[in-house]
């Protein structure tokens, strides 16, 4: 857990601007001192790493719990955070993507997120989602569900179980609010030039496409991010 607020400020910044300075870094109004001495505590935790070229980022767990810094490490690492995939194909063949702007794995594609609610279904849910972040309606059944884990080299970058859900019915077009937040259409063409996707992604498409309902467990090794 994070245990002061200098070291939340920290972990905060680094979420959305990783590799970044020790002056970059320390707020205004710190002294040198005090922040020193939060950062090397968030080092010696595992929450934040210094990169050969004397930058700082978050590792994955630092990542993780930089989302609610009020669980512990213990329960970020151990349990498989739930999501859903909302995937949604256009008229082209396109389907439509999200660039992640946030770690872990800052600046790879992915399928568009949404989290499950106690209050409504998931399909329900997906559908208010979608609209919320892509301006267009869908109507959402569910496909399959995955376990997934990303490792690179000896971190758990990623650990996931995901719902996977597929709109059989698009309206409307994608918002200029949503283009700004990184969403776009992308053939297997496009995705196969990323060099920053989602390595799940290929396998969720193939499972999607076979038409069937499934469930995977699908582990994932990618180089070390720095």
Request: charged residues 25%; proline residues 4%; contains cysteine.
């Amino acid at each position: 857990m994070i245990h002061h607020n200098i070291q939340a400020k920290i972990i905060e910044y680094l979420a959305g601007h990783p590799g970044s300075s020790y002056a970059d870094m320390r707020p205004a109004g710190v002294e040198s001192n005090a922040f020193s001495y939060h950062l090397k505590l968030l080092m010696k935790e595992g929450l934040v790493k210094k990169r050969d070229d004397g930058k700082y980022r978050l590792t994955a767990i630092g990542g993780m719990i930089s989302h609610n810094p009020k669980k512990s490490i213990t329960e970020r690492v151990k349990r498989a955070y739930s999501v859903m995939f909302l995937m949604a194909r256009n008229d082209k063949g396109q389907w439509l993507v999200r660039r992640r702007m946030y770690p872990p794995l800052f600046g790879y594609v992915e399928a568009v997120l949404s989290h499950p609610v106690d209050e409504i279904t998931v399909t329900e849910q997906a559908a208010v989602t979608f609209k919320e972040r892509t301006g267009m309606q869908g109507a959402f059944r569910v496909a399959g569900t995955c376990f997934v884990r990303v490792v690179a080299g000896d971190e758990l970058l990623s650990y996931k179980n995901i719902t996977v859900l597929v709109a059989d019915e698009l309206n409307g077009e994608l918002s200029k609010e949503a283009i700004s937040e990184q969403c776009s259409w992308m053939s297997i063409e496009d995705l196969n030039k990323e060099e920053k996707l989602a390595p799940q992604m290929h396998d969720v498409i193939r499972l999607v496409e076979q038409g069937d309902l499934f469930w995977e467990e699908l582990r994932y090794e990618i180089d070390p991010i720095d």
